[in-house]
């Protein structure tokens, strides 16, 4: 993509070389209800290969699809993460639960020093998504040094396709299946880091979500059932069996179901404590083996 000079203000060239008015384009999206709408007109001029593509991809944000899927892509703590259509989008708040899992891990890595071999850290993303969690855990983690030994798992075959794109240099390996069902066996007792970004909106609350949300991405990666925790019950059961002696499992919730997801945890074995970031309007919850 070209860009011109029409009264002091860029447009874009697509490949027929017809040019695009930005201000029109913005004005397209601010009717159609986009708060952002300057913001994303750039995203979508920059996105576009030829006035035909971004033709299309205006109707498509237009008509209601979220921004990123008409990109291709996420952006979650400063790196873009491949997105289809259906896939739960990473949202910025939960990269307060990265940063827990990281600061975590790298006190586990600390206690280990002195080890004459030292074992690489194994992170599990479950219900991996796009992969964003344990891709952006994996990072931190090998920039210290660290030997990271990377797995995810998620139930959506999109998902799934999007996690292998986005975990490759990472050398992560990505499973399709009901939580923890097609991990290999040999991961029981070696998970140092279990991130579990589990669906926690309970059902009836579904209909109160922005239409982005409820009526774009897969109703499985967001239906958390009757009280929101119905998935994390079945992980905080299973985890114990995968977690390694002073493994970490974390999860987010709303700070509403925090103490319950805590109390879920304890049930099941786990010290269990919550961290909050007002900043980032998150809460997590933690449970060590």
């Keep these: 993509m070209t860009f011109d000079r029409v009264d002091s203000e860029p447009v874009a060239t697509g490949g027929g070389g017809t040019p695009v008015d930005r201000d029109a384009v913005v004005g397209r999206l601010r009717a159609a209800g986009c708060v952002f709408a300057e913001d994303e007109a750039e995203l979508l001029l920059s996105n576009a290969a030829t006035t035909a593509g971004l033709d299309a991809a205006i109707a498509r944000r237009v008509a209601g699809e979220p921004l990123e899927y008409v990109l291709g892509w996420a952006e979650f703590a400063g790196r873009r993460f491949a997105v ?18 990281v600061a975590l891990a790298r006190d586990l890595d600390a206690t280990r020093a002195g080890m004459p071999s030292v074992p690489p850290i194994v992170v599990l993303d479950l219900c991996c998504g796009s992969g964003a969690i344990g891709a952006m855990v994996a990072a931190a983690l090998s920039r210290d040094g660290a030997d990271v030994e990377l797995h995810a798992t998620d139930i959506e075959p999109a998902a799934v396709r999007c996690a292998r794109r986005n975990l490759a240099d990472a050398g992560g390996r990505v499973y399709q299946g009901d939580l923890f069902e097609p991990l290999p066996v040999t991961l029981h007792s ?21 239409p982005e949300a409820r009526e774009h991405e897969a109703r499985v990666t967001l239906d958390g059932g009757l009280d929101g925790l119905a998935v994390l019950r079945r992980v905080a059961a299973a985890a114990p069996r995968w977690l390694a002696p002073g493994g970490h499992l974390l999860v987010e919730t709303s700070e509403r179901q925090a103490t319950d997801a805590a109390g879920i945890m304890s049930g099941h074995g786990l010290a269990a404590r919550i961290a909050t970031s007002e900043e980032a309007a998150s809460t997590v919850v933690i449970g060590t083996s």
């Design 190 to 210: 070696r998970v140092r880091i279990l991130a579990a970004n589990v669906p926690y909106v309970p059902t009836d609350a579904i209909a109160l979500m922005p």
């Design 84 to 101: 289809e259509p259906g896939v739960f989008v990473p949202r910025h708040r939960t990269e307060f639960l990265v940063d827990q899992a």
